[in-house]
């Protein structure tokens, strides 16, 4: 209808938004692999990375960047996200029968986060160039991606699992506003990316997180993802529930009709 009418440069917007959308939703279930440990370290899967030191000492990626020098740390990360995931690896989960894959990050990864007042000492960035390379790849391979911001600024748990490990964190401690301007620039940057299909907006709050405070950043993410470009049917935002299940949200409501292409966010391990 666009190009009838003259505008093609819509017209051709509308077709790329149309055809994005349809590798997703026509028949198909995203089946993809979980690019954990590149980006974000977590322990348990990646245990090299930490260089044989002991986990009681330095349990996190935030504890390894603040038990190395600046020049040690900065030498050690560039040399692990540079052989962890690479396009061969990608071309491996394309010729296995995946159609995507899930791509963890944290704050510290973007650029000019020191202008929202965010300090990324003691981990290592920014690193936003190996996003913008994972996604050529993935366009390339005819693979989707879904974007998963796991670790927040103020981080949204204690476990670890976002980068830092605290037994003394508490859901104040997560920096509400500056994640939320963390989304917004994540969702302008990639707005028109063929190959992002998927914002999951907090990969892993933690169950102590009081409902209510959850569901009012699920609402104001979904605004700023919305907000910055990301189009309803191009990109589908993610609400994780897996650390509390469904019940909780859907009590309160969420996600409410007028919300478009949205899903809650549940993983299940298998023994």
């Known amino acids: ?33 979980h690019l954990s440990g590149w980006l974000v370290l977590e322990r348990w899967l ?7 030191l002991r986990e009681a000492d330095v349990p996190d990626e935030h504890a390894l960047g603040r038990k190395l020098s600046v020049a040690e740390r900065t030498k050690h990360f560039a040399a692990w996200r540079s052989t962890f995931i690479t396009r061969q690896d990608m071309a491996d989960i394309a010729a296995a029968g995946f159609n995507s894959v899930r791509l963890p990050f944290g704050f510290w990864a973007l650029e000019g986060i020191e202008e929202i007042g965010l300090d990324r000492d003691p981990f290592v960035g920014p690193c936003v160039n190996l996003i913008d390379q994972a996604l050529q790849w993935a366009r390339d391979l005819h693979l989707m991606v879904v974007l998963e911001l796991r670790g927040a600024p103020g981080f949204e748990n204690g476990d670890g699992s976002c980068g830092r490990r605290s037994d003394a964190w508490q859901p104040k401690h997560w920096n509400v506003p500056a994640t939320l301007q963390v989304v ?15 914002f999951a907006v907090l990969g892993s709050p933690s169950a102590t997180i009081p409902p209510q405070q959850l569901v009012q950043y699920y609402t104001a993410a979904y605004k700023a993802v919305r907000g910055a470009g990301m189009s309803a049917y191009a990109v589908t935002v993610h609400f994780s529930v897996h650390r509390r299940g469904t019940g909780e949200l859907l009590a309160l409501g969420f996600p409410p009709r007028e919300m478009e292409d949205v899903v809650l966010d549940v993983t299940r391990t298998l023994q």
Request: proline fraction near 2%; glycine fraction near 10%; include cysteine.
């Open 184 to 198: 917004q620039a994540v969702a302008e940057r990639y707005k028109d990316h063929p190959a992002v299909v998927g």
């Open 1 to 33: 209808a666009n190009s009838k009418r003259g505008f093609t440069s819509d017209a051709r917007k509308d077709k790329a938004q149309f055809e994005r959308r349809h590798r997703c939703v026509a028949g198909r279930i995203l089946r993809g692999v």
């Open 46 to 52: 990646c245990a090299q990375a930490f260089l044989g």
